[in-house]
């Protein structure tokens, strides 16, 4: 089973960063597709973004240009850069990790607990 730690939410004003980091667990890292998800109150959760290989990306349209995903392997982490934050980006973030050959966008595979971010205007 594949365990995953997510840190780095907080609260920040809009138009501030932040950068969340997921630790995974094992040497079984780079075998895995791995996703930022994110739920918002009342809403569906929704895909963010995610990293196929190191430099093959996915994203929601809406973060395209602020969001940044990224990997190191050697730490067995993910990351998120979130610049130009928003109040619409106020949600629980969740890192998702699922085998390759999985769609990238879709909701499969191992969960992390979730970190609060909160953009006040």
């Known amino acids: 089973q594949v365990q995953l730690v997510e840190s780095g939410g907080g609260l920040v004003q809009a138009g501030g960063s932040l950068r969340l980091s997921c630790a995974a667990s094992?040497?079984?890292?780079?075998?895995?597709?791995m996703a930022w998800f994110r739920q918002a109150p009342g809403k569906e959760r929704e895909f963010v973004a995610s990293?196929?290989?190191?430099?093959?990306?996915n994203y929601l349209d809406s973060v395209k240009g602020r969001f940044t995903i990224s990997r190191d392997s050697a730490k067995n982490t993910v990351y998120l850069q979130m610049n130009s934050l928003k109040p619409e980006d106020t949600a629980v973030y969740y890192c998702?990790?699922?085998?390759?050959?999985?769609?990238?966008?879709?909701?499969?595979?191992?969960w992390g607990q979730g970190t609060q971010v909160t953009v006040s205007s």
């Open positions: 094992g040497r079984t890292f780079s075998n895995y597709i």
């Open positions: 990293s196929i290989w190191e430099d093959i990306t």
């Open positions: 998702n990790a699922k085998p390759r050959g999985s769609d990238s966008r879709g909701g499969g595979g191992y």
